[in-house]
């Protein structure tokens, strides 16, 4: 029997689906190191055990999902029915066995895998609204997913830093998390600064100016760092101070 071949064809988005995939096999690799007692210890995530932590990339990868069905069909299907359910779904799947949590991550993910490869190449600019109220074309679904699993990868706890992810993706990242910021008028004067790279406010209008590693700054930014204000981070002019919210 002949594979099916993914029907896009465009170079961006058949590399933002390989690396999307590369985020889903380190998300395995990590969970594979968890073992089922580890299940009930708590992540990296305020509040969530490692229960509600793969709960919740199971049911994203469902939900992200029903926007490539919405893309292709034409017909609104949205992330959630609310926040409210939203949340109420992975408390529900953190009681879960380990086994069927396992299932459900691996499943949820070869499941929205397939709805990418399927997806006509004429259907990735299709608009679909994610759970944060944005519209976006459905080819954003890779890079949210790429955030999704790569960042949880590490919440596991198991092992993986924000310093082993790739540099690629640490460097899309935070600028997508200072857009975010912008949209909630957050984070006005601020300026993050790696090497010869910057983000956020211009020079002359920073009021504090964080330097450092790329990972750390992502980890700050992200709420992951050591410290909330960073403690691998060196600060000019106002600060130090824990990083604004981001989803």
């Known amino acids: ?24 096999a380190a998300f395995r690799r ?10 009930d210890g708590p992540s990296l995530m305020p509040g969530w055990t490692r229960r509600h932590l793969v709960a919740h990339v199971g049911y994203n990868a469902r939900a992200l999902s029903r926007l490539v069905v919405w893309a292709d069909t034409g017909v609104e ?39 990418w490869r399927d997806l006509p190449e004429d ?23 790429q955030r999704e699993v790569w960042l949880h990868a590490v919440d596991l706890g198991a092992g993986l830093r ?5 540099e690629e993706f640490l460097a899309r990242l935070l600028p997508d998390v200072l857009g975010a910021w912008s949209r909630r008028g957050e984070g006005a004067g601020l300026r993050l600064v790696s090497g010869q790279r910057s983000w956020g406010a211009d020079a002359a209008a ?31 002019g106002e600060g130090p101070r824990a990083a604004p919210r981001w989803l």
């Open 123 to 145: 259907r990735w600019a299709a608009p679909v609204r994610t759970a944060q109220g944005r519209e976006v074309p459905v080819r954003e679904t890779l890079w949210l997913r």
């Open 30 to 39: 990590e969970l594979s190191r968890v073992d089922d007692a580890g299940f």
């Open 206 to 236: 920073a009021s504090s100016v964080v330097c450092g590693d790329l990972p750390d700054l992502v980890a700050w930014a992200t709420g992951r760092a050591s410290g909330p204000t960073g403690d691998a981070l060196e600060w000019v």
């Open 77 to 115: 299907t949205p992330m959630y029915a609310s926040p409210e359910a939203r949340n109420a779904e992975i408390d529900l799947g953190s009681t879960l066995r380990p086994q069927a949590l396992r299932s459900l991550a691996e499943h949820a993910a070869i499941e929205l895998d397939v709805r």
């Open 1 to 24: 029997m002949v594979a099916r071949q993914v029907l896009a064809t465009d170079p961006a988005v058949l590399a933002d689906l390989a690396a999307a995939r590369l985020g889903e």
């Open 162 to 166: 924000v310093r082993d992810l790739p």
